[in-house]
């Protein structure tokens, strides 16, 4: 667990600002992926706060919402990679499937979904998605 302000000028651990988290894929690991997300936060917060507690919220639900569409869309091994920057959080989703997310309109009369790709690019200052051999990796980038 990442270590509190310090007395002296050395700065906090690595991972109070950057962080990796695997999971096998199971649906479970959705739930898995917030807290982890959660717990990075907590660490993070530890030095650094969020300028409005919107921010950590919104940042879980990306998370959360990146970790549905991969166990739904890209069955498979994926990994969830955080990271502090100057004026925000980086996530990055890696997943095993090199198909590239769309948009799908939302239909209420069929059981819902299709909200989840809108909600990620409403929430984030910017989303990108880079197809590499073994996946892709989704880059959300949110306010801190």
């Not at 096998?24 to 990075?40: C, D, K, Q, S, Y």
């Not at 990055?92 to 090199?98: G, I």
């Amino acid at each position: 667990m990442p270590a509190g302000p310090r007395s002296d000028d050395t700065p906090p651990p690595e991972e109070a600002y950057e962080r990796m988290f695997s999971f096998p894929g199971e649906l479970r690991n959705v739930t898995g992926t917030r807290i982890a997300a959660e717990e990075f936060l907590c660490g993070l917060a530890r030095t650094s706060p969020p300028a409005t507690p919107e921010y950590w919220d919104d940042i879980l639900l990306v998370v959360t919402e990146l970790a549905a569409n991969v166990v739904q869309y890209a069955p498979g091994p994926f990994e969830l990679r955080m990271r502090r920057t100057f004026d925000g959080v980086h996530v990055t989703m890696h997943d095993s499937s090199t198909v590239t997310p769309e948009p799908r309109p939302f239909r209420p009369s069929s059981g819902g979904g299709g909200i989840g790709w809108h909600l990620v690019h409403t929430l984030c200052h910017q989303v990108s998605v880079v197809v590499t051999d073994d996946g892709k990796d989704v880059h959300a980038f949110l306010p801190w």
